[in-house]
């Protein structure tokens, strides 16, 4: 089973970037596809982006189309999810998580491995 680290979370300013990592241990990462989700405070959790298992089809909710990127690097068992023009809204905490499919979701349910969470604020 995969263990998922996230990195790269912090303050910054609206109008900002940030870049989020997370790396997994495990020998099936090449094979599942991987998703980013984000919990603000007293707030539901939130699909963010998803990507398939060769990183050839990717998905993201409506308030982050065209300012996120989700990437990822299987070599490196690596996932990344790239963010512009971030907004106080875009605050939360962001996760990685890993999916028992080959192609992506948007639904939580589908993704039983997770990370610990890493922190972004976006200041106004």
């Known amino acids: 089973q995969e263990h998922l680290v996230e990195s790269g979370g912090g303050l910054v300013q609206a109008g900002g970037s940030l870049r989020l990592s997370c790396v997994a241990s495990?020998?099936?990462?090449?094979?599942?596809?991987m998703a980013w989700f984000r919990r603000a405070p007293g707030q539901e959790r939130e699909f963010v982006a998803t990507?398939?298992?060769?990183?050839?089809?990717?998905f993201y909710t409506d308030s982050v189309q065209g300012r996120f990127t989700i990437s990822r690097d299987n070599a490196k068992n690596s996932l990344y999810l790239q963010m512009s023009s971030l907004k106080p809204e875009d605050t939360a905490s962001y996760y990685c998580?890993?999916?028992?499919?080959?192609?992506?979701?948007?639904?939580?349910?589908?993704?039983?491995?997770w990370g610990q969470g890493t922190q972004v604020t976006v200041s106004s």
């Open positions: 998580a890993a999916s028992k499919f080959p192609y992506g979701s948007k639904l939580a349910k589908h993704y039983p491995t």
């Open positions: 495990g020998r099936t990462f090449s094979r599942t596809a």
């Open positions: 990507i398939n298992s060769n990183g050839g089809d990717t």
